[in-house]
């Protein structure tokens, strides 16, 4: 069966450091998003892209986060300079039509150190 | 919001005997999903259910949707010591972009 792939599955970084965190979507999806979940609570949407473009973005997807789709199958997410607050898991997900349900990543444990 | 509340928060049954965890939400909505989480891994798409859906099947799983309420439940039959986990409902949205709203969840204990 099809899987989002995510990397790497745990992330340490310093404080005021950039991260990237990667995602490999199914191949024929269309629509692809980064959600995130603080130890404890629920999963939050950051940010949804189509076509190229980011869709939708919460309140949590300020300007030190970015997303970009650099080649084709990868999708990443960078977080300019880290915050002990962005420590959470994240989440990579795609979708091939709103109708049908959608895959998650096996997640990324980002701490902030 | 968009979301409502999960109830219970949490429940702990035996081994065999059903779960029943409900889900409300304020908006109208496209799809409501059902998502499986065991403790810090990913999330495991269970089940989808449309607007104009009532009720829907899969394996030891029924969900029946009451767009009327704005509320939705899902029932574990038979339950077993690996459906011990979080679960979650995620609502799509009728109107704006394409995402899910996730509830809190319910954190559910199968004692064997």
């Known amino acids: 069966e099809p899987e989002v792939t995510q990397t790497p599955s745990h992330q340490v970084t310093q404080m005021g450091q950039e991260v990237i965190l990667r995602c490999v979507p199914i191949s024929n999806h269309l629509y692809f998003y980064w959600y995130r979940q603080i130890l404890g609570q629920k999963v939050e949407f950051l940010v949804s892209f189509y076509n190229n473009e980011i869709s939708e973005k919460s309140e949590i997807f300020d300007d030190q986060f970015s997303v970009e789709r650099p080649d084709g199958s990868n999708f990443t997410l960078k977080i300019r300079s880290t915050k002990l607050e962005d420590s959470a898991m994240y989440f990579c997900?795609?979708?091939?039509?709103?109708?049908?349900?959608?895959?998650f990543g096996s997640g990324t444990r980002l701490t902030v150190v | 919001s968009q979301q409502g509340e999960e109830d219970p928060q949490a429940l702990s049954i035996q081994e065999g005997e059903n779960a029943t965890m409900n889900c409300s939400y304020k908006t109208s909505i496209n799809n409501l999903q059902w998502y499986r989480q065991n403790s810090g891994r990913g999330l495991v798409h269970l089940i989808l259910i449309r607007s104009n859906e009532r009720e829907k099947h899969s394996g030891r799983l029924r969900v029946t949707l009451d767009t009327s309420k704005k509320s939705s439940s899902l029932l574990i039959t038979a339950s077993r010591a690996a459906d011990t986990a979080s679960y979650f409902c995620a609502t799509d949205a009728l109107e704006g972009a394409q995402k899910l709203v996730f509830g809190q969840g319910t954190r559910l204990t199968i004692n064997p």
């Open positions: 997900a795609s979708s091939d039509f709103r109708a049908y349900g959608y895959t």
